[in-house]
């Protein structure tokens, strides 16, 4: 079983920046892949960025690549979504996930039904 809690949303203008965090309880999250997913009013929920278990392999949407960077610390068990120059249409509740038993190099993959784990979300609003 893994818990997890994300924080660090807001309220932000345009070409700002945040940093989500994602607190994990539970022994496996040193073991699994884990992910940033947002979803925006009316919109399905949507892949942002994977980190494999090492932190070695990372992956991100298109929409985000070049702006958005995640990590890990095994060590505090937590994920980070670091969001620059950000843009209002990266408004969304911002969730991130966990997917466990996966091989070592992997960054979990953009399908949220693949994730076992979900955190309650939070809030990040780009003003224009």
């Known amino acids: 079983q893994v818990q997890l809690v994300e924080s660090g949303g807001g309220l932000v203008q345009a070409g700002g920046s945040l940093r989500l965090s994602c607190a994990a309880s539970?022994?496996?999250?040193?073991?699994?892949?884990m992910g940033w997913f947002r979803q925006a009013p009316g919109k399905e929920r949507e892949f942002v960025a994977g980190?494999?278990?090492?932190?070695?392999?990372?992956d991100y949407a298109d929409s985000v690549k070049g702006r958005f960077t995640i990590s890990r610390d095994n060590a505090k068990n937590t994920v980070y979504l670091q969001m620059n120059s950000l843009k209002p249409e990266d408004t969304a509740v911002y969730y991130c996930?966990?997917?466990?038993?996966?091989?070592?190099?992997?960054?979990?993959?953009?399908?949220?039904?693949?994730?076992?784990?979900w955190g309650q979300g939070t809030q990040v609003t780009v003003s224009s």
């Open positions: 996930a966990a997917r466990s038993n996966v091989l070592q190099g992997y960054s979990g993959g953009r399908n949220p039904e693949q994730y076992s784990y």
């Open positions: 980190i494999s278990r090492s932190g070695g392999s990372t």
């Open positions: 539970g022994r496996t999250f040193s073991m699994s892949a």
